[in-house]
């Protein structure tokens, strides 16, 4: 398939994980894929991987000046944009009574502020009928201890997919959601936790999930592809939940 045959793509966070996949996909059916992250040596990396139609930008998707940024340099680049994929985040879970307000803020200003002025800059360069996916998570959606900050920043991505939508379906535009479960990504590795808390907690986890096992970043991206493409048309505001069944227990 060609879903996406002389259509660019924007996909942030794209160095590693779900968003290398879903950067991946998208090239191959054609795409011309700009990718960002904060590590060069990554965002390099993954260039190679995906191949000569890939522009990879460094850019913190914390952060509303590199946003505004980030739209500029697409713009020099002489692109428009059919699809966004802001997969950008981070994940740090502590107890409600070892959270801090560096946490916190670190959380928010990544996982939703970053998201929200991303589309605010971005949004000039939307072609209409271009579509938004945002990455969520199941967390938004379980009562998973020591995930508060996290959850709550992924609800709000949530809520942001059905004002937005509302928004700017004016201009063609529509936003939706992805949330995945538990996958296998480098994010795991990046919690903080030593070797052996790591298995103990992953073993806990896929023990919920009824397929039982931890989804790849391959079938997320399979259902970012079918969001962002024009078979899904209908599809406005709402979240796509890829989990493998852990939210319905």
């Known amino acids: 398939m060609n879903r996406f045959e002389n259509k660019s793509v924007l996909v942030t966070g794209g160095a590693s994980g779900i968003g290398l996949a879903a950067a991946k996909a998208f090239a191959a059916e054609g795409a011309r894929v700009v990718i960002t992250g904060r590590d060069s040596a990554a965002l390099d990396r993954a260039k190679a991987e995906i ?5 990879a930008l460094r850019n913190d998707a914390g952060d509303i000046a590199a946003a505004k940024e980030l739209a500029s340099a697409i713009a020099r680049e002489g692109l428009r944009l059919d699809a966004v994929f802001l997969n950008a985040g981070i994940a740090k879970f502590a107890a409600l009574g070892d959270v801090d307000e560096t946490l916190w803020d670190q959380t928010f200003d990544t996982n939703v ?18 579509s938004i996916v945002l990455n969520g998570s199941i967390n938004a959606r379980i009562g998973m201890p020591n995930s508060s900050v996290y959850a709550a920043s992924k609800a709000a991505l949530i809520s942001l997919a059905k004002t937005l939508s509302a928004e700017l379906l004016p201009s063609g535009v529509r936003v939706n959601v992805v949330s995945p479960g538990p996958v296998s990504t480098p994010l795991y590795g990046k919690l903080g936790m030593d070797a052996a808390t790591l298995q103990t907690v992953a073993a806990q986890i896929q023990g919920q999930v009824p397929l039982g096992r931890f989804g790849e970043s391959h079938e997320v991206a399979s259902t970012v592809l079918h969001l962002a493409a024009p078979e899904s048309a209908f599809i406005v505001g709402t979240e796509i939940i890829v989990d493998g069944g852990m939210s319905q227990l």
């Open 51 to 55: 191949g000569p139609q890939a522009i």
């Open 113 to 130: 502020k970053g998201a929200y002025f991303e589309i605010q800059a971005l949004r000039p360069l939307l072609e209409r009928g271009a």
